[in-house]
Structures are given as C-alpha cells and as structure tokens.
C-alpha cells in the first residue's frame, strides 16, 4: 500500500529539505555531515516511517527503534553504514583486547565438558571475537566442532568473512553463518553487546498517568509525543510497585521485546548454555530515582548522544539490559541461571591474568596497551563494573567459569 506524496510532510518529499534537516541535527550533536549516500538512504527510510505514521497515526517508539535499525536493506544494522572500528560508531571489549575473546574461550572450554564443542555467536560484528575465541581454541588444542554465526547485518557479515579469511583461512570450514536461529542447538550460545539494540518501550510519568512513547512528525521532523495509554492488567500488576514510586517527569523503558527474544533463544537451545555481556542492572537498579532519564543512547562516530530521531538509519540507538527480567524469563520458560556478575568478575575469575603478557608479546590490533586494555575492561568506573554477565543454562550439569554464585537479587 502506497501513499499519495501529498500525504507525506515536507522533509519527506523534497530531498533538499531532509538533507537540511540532517544538517541541522549534524550542527546540534556536532558530528561531520553524512555522506550523499547516506543521506540518500536515510531520506528513504523517513518516507517508510511517514507512511507508516500516515497509516497508524502514531507510531509506538518500540516500532520505530525496530524500522531504525533493521528495516530492509535501510535499518542501520541492515543497511551499508559502516559501525565498527576506526570512523565506525562505536568500541566493545572485543575490539578494545584480544584478551576478552581469549579469556572467553577460557571458558567455553570449561563448558564443553557438560555440552558439544559447538558456539552459536549472536551478532559478530567485526568478526574480531570469534578470531580471537578461535585463535585460543587452537593453541589450546580445543577448537569447537563448529562456530556458527548469526548476523543481521550484509555489511558486518562481509566484514567478518573477510577477517576470518585473512586473519585464520585454515579454520573457514568451522565458521558457518545461518539465516536465523537453529530449530535445535547443543553448545553454548555467546552474545556481546547484543541485546541492548533490541527495541524499547518509552515510558513517562506525568502528573496525572504513567505515559507512552509514540512517534508522529510535525513539519520540522520526526517528534516525541507521550500519552496515556491502555497498559495491561498483567503490565500494570506486575509493575504498579515500581512505577508506583516515579516522580512527575521521570523516563523509563520496558523491554518485552527483548523477554520475546530470550524465549526464543532459549527455545532453540536442546541442551547447553547461554552467556549474555551487555551494558545493564538489575531491575531495582535500573528503575533507581537516580536515574530519572532512563537509559535510552545513541551512537555516531562514537559520539554518545540522547537524540533517538535524530540521524535516522544512521546511528546506533541502545539502552541497558534489564537483568532480572531476563533471568526470571530464563526461569518461566525451563532454563535456570548459572550465575551473574560483573564483566570484571567474570574476566577476573576466568583467568584473565595469564593472558597479560602473552599480549605483551604479540600485535594485539589494539591502539591502547596492554595496560590500558585492562583497565578499560575491568575498572569499575569503565567496562568492568557497567557491563554484566549473565549465565544461563538448559539440561546442563557442570558449571561456568567467571561466576561465583547465583548474584541476582529478585529471579
Ligand atoms: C554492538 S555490536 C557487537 C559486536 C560484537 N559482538 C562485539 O563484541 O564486538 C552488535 C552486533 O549485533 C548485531 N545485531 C544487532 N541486532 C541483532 C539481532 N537482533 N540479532 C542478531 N544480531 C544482531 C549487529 O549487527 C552487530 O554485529
């Protein structure tokens, strides 16, 4: 179903106009102008939301953050804009020091003994992790039987087939990379900075009723707009304790897609275990009256922003994991929770150490040194103490390296 371009606002229908608007919001956040192909696909992407804003009226923000990111072929992880990496938009621990992946695999070592030698990693990026999982594997003697892969992104895929071929050919035949998820997978199950970009519902409490976050445009652009909303009786009941205690003006997400995905992975997981690193709290945390502006970030050339409209398709758009809500969707659907901490912890106690001067020794691809490479990933105050680990398991019997205990205070 089309619509008429005169349905459509302004800055949808007249390129120059949307490329002035890119501008002016490249002016706001200071960040260099998009290239003319960039604009030329996010100018695209704009019609598909005001047609979609035209149909419905209003779109929930959960709806929009979805076509923003992955709509076909224009979505930021589905389109061409580059993301990783030097001029890319943002750094994980993988691409800060081999000794994450190395580490990693540390572990995945200790868990094959209860489960197949096999890994399913949820979004690769650049591909670096799996390399320096794999790398390790093979000086340990304890490459998995098969490494697959499960990326939503051309372009990242093409950037991880091209590392793998450069960086380690001989091990091409282990790495597979799959459409979606498997019907039944035995392994373990890794996913770093995934699941912060599964999409959010925004939340604000106003003086008279808890709000929703809906999309709409005006002639300036795309615009926010919170109204009260119909909640299920089952929402309400099962948040009234913690909305309960918002004050006017306070911002929030709820995160039901991302219990959505869980469930499925889950689903696809016969036996084995799961191991989610993301940036997250525990849900006391994260609804914290320290936090009254949610946690909702966006990411241009690695510039941190809170503008979600801004730059549409062409910058990354996350907010924090809640935890405990994953934990207790682990419980309700026949998986149990292995462990969970804090990425320092983790690293700490799988061993991280006996890699420190193996890196020193090697081109480890990284511009920090080792020493800083350790800091940013442990230190409290960087990676260490703002990044979580979430172990989680289904039919397994042994035990996950980097945990020490259950660590969850509600599931
Ligand atoms: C922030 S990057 C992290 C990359 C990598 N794990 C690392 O540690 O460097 C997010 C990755 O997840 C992928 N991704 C985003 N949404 C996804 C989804 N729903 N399913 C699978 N992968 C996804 C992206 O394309 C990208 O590869």
Known sequence: MSVEPAAL?????????????????????????????????????????AELIHFNGKLPFAQFMHEALYHPGLGYYSGGSHKLGAGGDFVTAAEIS?????????SLQQAWKNTEPCVLELGAGSGKL???????????????????????SAELRQRQQQLL???????????IWL???????????????VIDAIPVELLMQTEEALTQGFVTHDKNGFKLEFEAT????????????????????????????????????????KQGCIVLVDYGYEEDELYSPYRPQGTLQCYYRQK???????????????????????????LDHDAQVLGFTTQSQFLTL??????????????????????????????????????????????????????????????
């Open 98 to 106: 081999p000794m994450f992946g190395q580490t990693l695999a540390k």
């Open 9 to 49: 606002p302004d800055f949808c229908r007249n390129y120059d106009d949307y490329q002035q608007l890119l501008q002016h919001q490249c002016q706001i956040l200071e960040v260099p102008e998009p290239d003319q192909n960039a604009i030329q696909a996010s100018f695209q992407l704009a019609q598909r939301v």
């Open 230 to 269: 119909s909640f299920s009786q089952g929402w309400r009941k099962k948040h009234a304790d913690i909305c309960q205690s918002w004050p006017e003006g306070y911002l929030a997400e709820t995160y039901d897609l991302r219990r959505d995905w869980l469930k499925s992975l889950i689903g696809c997981l």
């Open 350 to 411: 799988s061993g991280i150490e006996q890699f420190v001067a193996q890196s020193q020794d090697s081109d480890t691809m990284s511009s920090l040194s080792v020493a800083q490479q350790l800091q940013t990933l442990l230190m409290p105050n960087e990676m260490g103490q703002n990044i979580k680990v979430l172990g989680l398991s289904k039919g397994f019997s042994g035990a996950l390296s980097g945990f020490t205990s259950l660590g969850l205070n509600q599931a």
């Open 179 to 193: 459409e979606r998820l498997p019907q039944s997978f035995q392994g373990v199950i890794i996913g770093n900075e």
């Open 165 to 175: 071929n450069d960086k380690l050919p001989h091990l091409k035949p282990l790495v």
């Open 304 to 330: 941190k922003h809170s503008m979600p409209l801004a730059l549409l398709g062409l910058q990354d758009i996350t907010s924090s994991v809640n935890f405990t809500q994953l934990a207790q969707a682990a």
């Open 130 to 152: 799996m390399c320096d999982i794999l790398q390790q594997c093979e000086s340990d003697g304890a490459l998995p039987e098969a490494y697959y892969i499960l990326e939503v």
